[in-house]
């Protein structure tokens, strides 16, 4: 799928395992890991378990400032693209020119959300990965939906995916686990189908809020960021059966993220706000 040898590819339990692995290996002793503010839980979670120092460069219109945090050196450096919880994702290019000129030891590029960008092949930094140049985090769990199954991997170079082999647990990822992993790969025109509800879906719910009156932040993912007073809005949504996340608990307070739903769920979202 991704045009690349074997040994440049572990599969782990989720996502966050590698992301632990990363922290465990790399940052360990004193290290030093830098990410976007907000940033992903897990990135700030694993780096404080490891000991190591955060450093967090503040977005630049709701997106990663790529161009400050080149300039920060680093062991690890997370780039999380599109961004949770904003949903705002950077250019193949711009990241490409990013990993050039980044004194970060190590670029780690989390695509949790990479299937429900417009143009994902435009986006991705697998071909950066291909070269052993960054390394990318995949997960099975948003467009194939085996998010309680725990099946995510990273694409990097061999002598990267060599170190973290030699930490991780024995057996990460359940045969079960496995079996799913397999058979939601296959089914491309499942995937398929999921992304394309995701992108129309999406455009759908920005504009409802928009059209009551809120400001939406553009994305890339499965999920919208509305800018409103956050107990008003999860009040309103929860009026109506609707279960949304308070943007203080992903650190950008004033916002709530909204998944993007269902057929039966957009009909409440639209009784919600009257459109």
């Given at each position: 799928m991704h045009d690349v040898d074997e040994d440049q590819i572990l599969v782990g339990n989720g996502s966050d395992e590698l992301i632990y692995l990363l922290a465990w290996a790399y940052l360990s002793d004193g290290g030093r890991a830098?990410?976007?503010?907000p940033a992903y839980r897990m990135d700030e979670i694993t780096t404080h378990l490891a000991g190591?120092?955060?450093?967090?460069?503040?977005?630049?219109n709701w997106a990663h400032d790529l161009e400050r945090m080149s300039e920060v050196e680093t062991d690890l450096?997370?780039?999380?693209?599109?961004?949770?919880?904003?949903?705002?994702?950077?250019?193949?290019?711009?990241?490409?020119?990013?990993?050039?000129s980044a004194k970060a030891k190590l670029v780690v590029v989390d695509e949790a959300y990479i299937d429900f960008v417009d143009d994902p092949d435009a986006t991705?930094?697998?071909?950066?990965?291909?070269?052993?140049?960054?390394?990318?985090l995949r997960t099975l769990s948003k467009a194939y939906g085996l998010a309680g199954l725990r099946v995510g991997y990273i694409v990097a170079s061999a002598e990267?995916?060599?170190?973290?082999?030699?930490?991780?647990?024995?057996?990460?990822?359940?045969t079960l686990a496995q079996a799913g992993a397999l058979a939601?790969?296959?089914?491309?025109?499942?995937?398929?189908?999921?992304?394309?509800?995701?992108?129309?879906?999406?455009?759908?719910?920005h504009d409802l809020f928009s059209s009551a009156g809120y400001s939406v932040v553009p994305s890339q993912a499965n999920f919208v960021l509305v800018v409103a007073p956050e107990d008003e809005l999860l009040e309103r949504l929860?009026?109506?059966?609707?279960?949304?996340?308070?943007?203080?608990?992903?650190?950008?307070?004033?916002?709530?993220?909204?998944?993007?739903?269902?057929?039966?769920?957009?009909?409440l979202l639209r009784s919600a706000l009257g459109t």
């Open positions: 830098l990410c976007a503010d190591a120092t955060l450093l967090k460069v503040p977005l630049r450096c997370y780039v999380v693209n599109p961004h949770n919880p904003t949903g705002t994702a950077r250019t193949g290019a711009e990241i490409s020119e990013f990993a050039k991705t930094a697998i071909p950066l990965a291909r070269e052993g140049r960054v390394a990318v990267i995916i060599k170190v973290l082999q030699k930490i991780r647990a024995p057996f990460s990822v359940g939601a790969l296959s089914d491309v025109t499942h995937r398929q189908r999921i992304r394309e509800h995701a992108i129309q879906t999406r455009q759908i719910v929860n009026d109506h059966g609707i279960s949304a996340r308070p943007g203080s608990t992903l650190g950008l307070p004033g916002t709530v993220r909204v998944s993007v739903p269902s057929e039966d769920g957009l009909a």
